[in-house]
Nanobody
C-alpha cells in the first residue's frame, strides 16, 4: 500500500507564505510515473482542484484563483512534489491533499480528482485575516 504524506501546513496571516511537500511512503513508488496534483477541501464543500504538474514538469495547471500566487513543482530525483503558496488569503484556508495520477504521457496534466489513484492524508492550512 502506498501512502502519500504531506507536510508543511500550518497557520499564517493573510499575505504570508507556506510551502507544502508531498512524498510517498510504504512500498517503492516513483512519482516520475505520475502526474502530481494538489486539491483542497473545506467543511461542507466538495474537494476542489488547486494545481497539478505533468510527469516531466513541463506543464502545469492552476485553479484560476491561485494563479500568480501558488507554484507547483516536483523533484523526481528526490521523489517529492511541492506546492509553494504566496500571498495567502483567508479563503485559501482548507485541508490540502496531494495526489498522484497515472498517465502514459509525460506532458499531460490532470485536473479531476477521479483521475488520481493515490492520495495523502491531508494537511491543514489556515490563513487568518
Amino acid at each position: 500500500q502506498v501512502q502519500l504524506v504531506e507536510s508543511g501546513g500550518g497557520l499564517v496571516q493573510a499575505g504570508g507564505s507556506l510551502s507544502l511537500s508531498c512524498a510517498p511512503s510504504g512500498r517503492p513508488f516513483s512519482i516520475s510515473n505520475y502526474v502530481m496534483g494538489w486539491f483542497r477541501q473545506t467543511p461542507g464543500k466538495e474537494r476542489e482542484f488547486v494545481a497539478a504538474i505533468a510527469r516531466s514538469g513541463a506543464r502545469t495547471n492552476y485553479k484560476d484563483s491561485v494563479k500568480g500566487r501558488f507554484t507547483v513543482s516536483r523533484d523526481n530525483v528526490k521523489n517529492t512534489a511541492y506546492l509553494q503558496m504566496n500571498d495567502l488569503k483567508p479563503e485559501d484556508t482548507a485541508i490540502y491533499y496531494c495526489a498522484a495520477g497515472p498517465t502514459p504521457s509525460t506532458i499531460w496534466v490532470l485536473d479531476s480528482d477521479w483521475e488520481y489513484g493515490h492520495w495523502g492524508q491531508g494537511s491543514q492550512v489556515t490563513v487568518s485575516s
